[in-house]
């Protein structure tokens, strides 16, 4: 509970933590019931996405618990602190968290539901080209929601173009401070081994990257510098429609981020200023990474064309990714 919010939460007025903590969480805790299920939209790698009704239209993401856990009850409850973080965060840029099913038989996460395209939808499969004006306006709304995140106290863990939605040109992040949660799911895994799902690795720091392990990817040291090394990615994507280390096998990347090599520029057409944003967010050391509000400033200062009115400019192109 966070103690700046006494009147809310009691802090001081009385009231033990646990129960307080408990009053707290069950405003948010949606009766399995209520929900009405609707399309499947997609599954992850811990469950299933839904369309669904409750109160109007929302997204409802079931996880898939694990039944072999053999800690289920902490896992629980560490799962209500993440959602009790959730309940916090109210950002233009987020996700709007409504609500959990805590029912340990029906664990969900109801959100509000996104109805246009993620980022990596529009760069990686329609293959959209984004003006410099058009990416710099979406790296600074992404930085503006971490930021806000981050200031928070909630890591993202998994910021990655899929869990980036453009609504009416607008950036709305999905899928924050989640990743713990997963403790408790199988899922769609299969075995009790590493899972690298495409698109992953590159998105991951080299002291997340340094900490993997065959059998235990649960517990890797995610953090704010961690957050802003996805992010650099993400900026990366934007630039250059493509992944780094694009085509290369996992244990490659994983060697070669390991060991603190970056993504060569070589071919990148771009000026020094945009590449240093790469360079900084991709930092080795975790101090040298900039925090989102320096990243902010960056954005303002660099340097916005002046929108030409002729057909083939790619403004042209970039508003068929503003849907
Ligand atoms: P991973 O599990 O590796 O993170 P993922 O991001 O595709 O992969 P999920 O987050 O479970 O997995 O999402 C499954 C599908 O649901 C994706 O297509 C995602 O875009 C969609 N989705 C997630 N949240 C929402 C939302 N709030 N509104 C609409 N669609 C959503």
Not at 268 to 285: I, R
Request: charged content about 20%; aromatic content about 10%; some cysteine.
């Amino acid at each position: 509970v966070d103690s700046t919010e006494s009147g809310e939460d009691g802090g001081g007025q009385g009231l033990s933590w646990s129960r307080v903590n408990s009053m707290s969480i069950k405003e948010w805790d949606i009766p399995y019931e209520e929900l009405q299920f609707e399309d499947r939209i997609g599954d992850g790698r811990f469950g299933s996405v839904y369309k669904g009704n409750w109160h109007g239209d929302v997204a409802i993401k079931m996880l898939t618990v694990d039944s072999q856990q053999t800690d289920q009850t902490s896992q629980l409850q560490a799962f209500k602190r993440e959602i009790a973080m959730l309940r916090k965060t109210r950002h233009e840029n987020l996700v709007l968290f409504m609500g959990a099913c805590m029912n340990p038989m029906h664990l969900a996460i109801v959100t509000s539901l996104c109805k246009h395209q993620t980022l990596f939808t529009h760069i990686h499969l329609r293959k959209e080209k984004f003006a410099m004006n058009r990416i710099i306006i979406i790296a600074s709304q992404i930085a503006q929601g971490m930021g806000y995140l981050h200031a928070k106290g909630i890591v993202h863990k998994d910021l990655k173009s899929k869990n980036i939605f453009i609504e009416n040109g607008k950036v709305v992040i999905t899928d924050f401070g989640l990743f713990n949660v997963t403790k408790l799911c199988h899922g769609n895994r299969k075995g009790e081994w590493l899972s690298i799902p495409p698109g992953w690795l590159c998105y991951l720091a080299p002291e997340v990257i340094r900490s993997l392990q065959a059998f235990n990817h649960m517990d890797l040291p995610f953090s704010k510098a961690s957050d802003v090394y996805a992010f650099g990615t993400v900026w990366y994507e934007l630039l250059c429609g493509e992944w780094p280390f694009h085509g290369h096998p996992s244990e490659s990347i994983i060697w070669q981020v390991g060991r603190g090599m970056k993504q060569s520029l070589g071919a990148l057409q771009a000026s020094k200023d945009v590449k240093d944003v790469l360079m900084s967010c991709w930092a080795y050391s975790v101090d040298e990474r900039p925090n989102y509000s320096r990243l902010l400033k960056t954005f303002e200062r660099l340097p916005r064309k002046r929108l030409a009115r002729c057909p083939s400019h790619p403004i042209q192109l970039s508003r068929s990714a503003e849907s």
